[in-house]
C-alpha cells in the first residue's frame, strides 16, 4: 500500500511540474495582449484628435487663442471699418470718425474758403467792368448752388469697400476666420451694395449697420490694445438709433439689451484709470435704455449720440498697428 501511495506522489508531482509552463505562457500571453491593447487605444485617441483639429472649425471665441492674437490688424480691416463709418456719416446716421478725418475735412474747408475768396476778388473785378449787371449775375450764382448729394458721394465709397473686402479676405482666412464669417461679410457687402442703388435712406443706414456688425469678429483675430468687444458695444447703439428711427421698437428694445450685456463683457476689461470714463458710460446706458423703452424718439437720437461719444472715448485707435486708414 505504501508503495502505491508513494507511486501517486510522484504521479502527481510529475503532473504539476507538466503543467507550470502552461501558466507561465498564459500569463505571459495576457500581457501581450493587454499592451497590445492599450497600444491600439492610444492610437485610436491620437487619430481621433487629429481629425477633429482637421474637421472641426474654431469658435469665434477660441479664434484669438487658437491664433496666438500675435498678428497686427491689417490696415484693410482699419480701411474697411473707416469705409463703412463714412457712408453712415454721409447720411447723417450715428458714426464715429477719427479726428483726423476732421482735420482733412477743416483743411478742405479752408482751401473752399480760399478759393471762394479768389473768385470774389475776380468777380468784384468783373463787376468794377461790367456795373450793376456783373453784381445781380454773382447772386443768382449764388442762389444756384445746390446741397451736395450724398449718393454721388457713396458710390465711390462702396466701390471703394469691395477693393478693401477683396485685399482683406486672403488676410482674414490666414489669421484663422472661419468661412461662416466671411461668407456673411460678403453677403451684407452685397446688400449694402445694391440696397445703395435703390437710394433709400434708412434701408441704407440700416443695411451699412448690420455690415459692421461682422468688425468686432475680425478685429477679435488680432492682438490689440482695446478688446474688440467695444466695437460690438457700438454696433449694438447704433442699431437700437436706427432701429427707432425706423419705428422698429421692439427692435431698438433688443439692442439696448444686448448693449448692456457686451458693455458689461468689455467694462471687465479695463484698467482703473478708465472707470471714471466706464461710470460715464455706464449713466449713458441706462438714460439710453429708459428713453428707448418710452419710444421718444428725439431723445433716442440725443441720448444715443451722447453715447457714441463716450464710446469712441474708450475706442480710440487702439491696435498695435497704429491709427489711420489707407485708401485704394
Not at 481621433?48 to 474637421?55: I, S
Not at 439689451?257 to 460715464?280: G, H, M, R, V, Y
Not at 418710452?294 to 487702439?318: A, C, F, Q, T, W
Request: hydrophobic share 30%; glycine share 10%.
Amino acid at each position: 500500500m505504501r508503495a502505491v501511495a508513494r507511486k501517486n506522489q510522484l504521479k502527481d508531482k510529475t503532473e504539476g511540474k507538466g503543467q507550470r509552463p502552461a501558466v507561465s505562457d498564459m500569463k505571459r500571453s495576457g500581457i501581450f495582449h493587454t499592451a497590445l491593447i492599450i497600444i491600439l487605444l492610444q492610437l485610436t485617441l491620437a487619430m481621433a484628435g487629429c481629425r477633429q483639429g482637421w474637421f472641426s472649425s474654431p469658435s469665434p471665441g477660441k479664434q484669438l487663442e487658437e491664433t496666438g492674437g500675435s498678428e497686427k490688424v491689417p490696415e484693410q480691416l482699419i480701411s474697411i471699418e473707416s469705409s463703412i463709418e463714412k457712408i453712415i456719416k454721409t447720411l447723417d446716421g450715428p458714426a464715429i470718425v477719427e479726428e483726423e478725418e476732421g482735420k482733412e475735412g477743416q483743411q478742405q474747408g479752408q482751401e473752399e474758403s480760399g478759393d471762394t475768396s479768389r473768385e470774389g476778388q475776380e468777380g468784384g473785378q468783373g463787376q468794377q467792368k461790367q456795373g450793376g449787371g456783373g453784381q445781380s449775375g454773382g447772386q443768382e450764382k449764388g442762389q444756384e448752388k445746390k446741397a451736395p448729394d450724398p449718393w454721388k458721394e457713396i458710390a465711390p465709397l462702396i466701390n471703394t469697400l469691395h477693393f478693401q473686402w477683396n485685399s482683406y479676405v486672403p488676410m482674414a482666412t490666414k489669421n484663422g476666420a472661419n468661412m461662416v464669417l466671411i461668407e456673411n461679410f460678403s453677403e451684407a457687402l452685397n446688400d449694402l451694395s445694391t440696397t445703395i442703388m435703390s437710394k433709400k435712406k434708412m434701408d441704407t443706414l440700416l443695411s451699412a449697420s448690420r455690415l459692421y456688425s461682422f468688425i468686432p469678429d475680425f478685429f477679435s483675430l488680432y492682438r490689440t490694445k482695446t478688446s474688440p468687444e467695444i466695437k460690438r458695444v457700438r454696433y449694438y447703439v447704433r442699431n437700437a438709433i436706427l432701429s427707432a428711427m425706423a419705428s422698429n421698437w421692439n427692435q431698438a428694445g433688443n439692442d439696448s439689451e444686448s448693449l448692456n450685456s457686451s458693455w458689461s463683457i468689455f467694462k471687465n476689461t479695463l484698467s482703473q484709470k478708465e472707470q471714471n470714463l466706464a461710470a460715464q458710460v455706464d449713466f449713458s446706458i441706462y438714460e439710453f435704455k429708459k428713453v428707448v423703452s418710452e419710444k421718444n424718439m428725439s431723445l433716442v437720437d440725443i441720448k444715443g449720440r451722447v453715447l457714441m461719444s463716450n464710446i469712441k472715448e474708450l475706442d480710440k485707435p487702439g491696435s498695435e498697428s497704429g491709427s489711420g486708414a489707407s485708401s485704394h
